[in-house]
């Protein structure tokens, strides 16, 4: 079965910091793919960032980048210059690229990261 | 465009009682999911419907059943709550375009069960 690990349950940044949140996952696919979402206090969940685990190339959305290391089965969440409205509890999830599993989605526990200005 | 909507935002029941948590969304996507957000744990997985008609569980589905009345509604219920099914509901849905998916997700409900 699958699995994602989120070690750290609170994180600190001082505003136009750099902060890196951490992942990990298991599973016996070679195909598959990773999310991180953002929920802050409304409860919303948002996609911040996705990584196709076929492309070697880590993911980039403006301040937002991820490290995948596939062979550590490592995903971790980049946050620059970050901003006190990045204050949210952050998500790793992952699905497996098969039907098998419905496209259902493996949540990590959460890392809340708190924003100091 | 509404996203994903769900009723009732909050809700408050005494063990034993049921109810029906309503998810809607407007995009055409296929597939439709259920999840409960529980404090320190991540989101799992109740059931989703990948298709309209077509239901299965997921990791934790004891205690739930769904209903995928169309291709815009997928409904959650609770027949005889219980205190451990106090929780956070989130819905979702999804479509793969060109190989790529995304879930959008409501804004969840809020379930207390005493």
């Known amino acids: 079965a699958q699995t994602v690990t989120q070690s750290q349950p609170e994180m600190s940044v001082q505003e136009a910091e750099t902060v890196t949140l951490s992942c990990t996952y298991d599973t016996s696919e070679s195909d598959y793919y990773l999310f991180w979402y953002k929920q802050p206090p409304s409860r919303q969940m948002i996609l911040v960032i996705r990584q196709e685990a076929y492309k070697q190339q880590n993911a980039t959305e403006n301040r937002f980048s991820v490290n995948f290391q596939k062979a550590a089965k490592s995903f971790s969440l980049k946050i620059s210059d970050s901003q006190l409205g990045d204050a949210a509890m952050y998500f790793c999830?992952?699905?497996?690229?098969?039907?098998?599993?419905?496209?259902?989605?493996?949540f990590g526990a959460g890392t809340i990261l708190r924003v100091k200005s | 465009n509404a996203g994903v909507t769900q009723t009732p935002k909050f809700q408050v029941l005494k063990t034993g009682q049921s109810m029906t948590l309503q998810c809607a969304q407007d995009m055409n996507h296929n597939s439709m999911y259920w999840y409960r957000q529980d404090p320190g744990m991540g989101l799992r997985l109740i059931y989703y419907s990948a298709s309209e008609g077509t239901t299965d569980k997921g990791e934790v589905p004891n205690g739930y059943n769904v209903s995928r009345l169309n291709k815009r509604e997928f409904s959650l219920r609770l027949e005889s709550a219980a205190p451990s099914q106090t929780s956070v509901y989130f819905c979702?849905?999804?479509?793969?375009?060109?190989?790529?998916?995304?879930?959008?997700f409501g804004p969840g409900t809020r379930l207390l069960v005493l």
């Open positions: 999830a992952y699905r497996a690229d098969s039907m098998e599993y419905g496209n259902k989605l493996v």
């Open positions: 979702a849905s999804s479509e793969v375009t060109g190989g790529e998916e995304t879930q959008y």
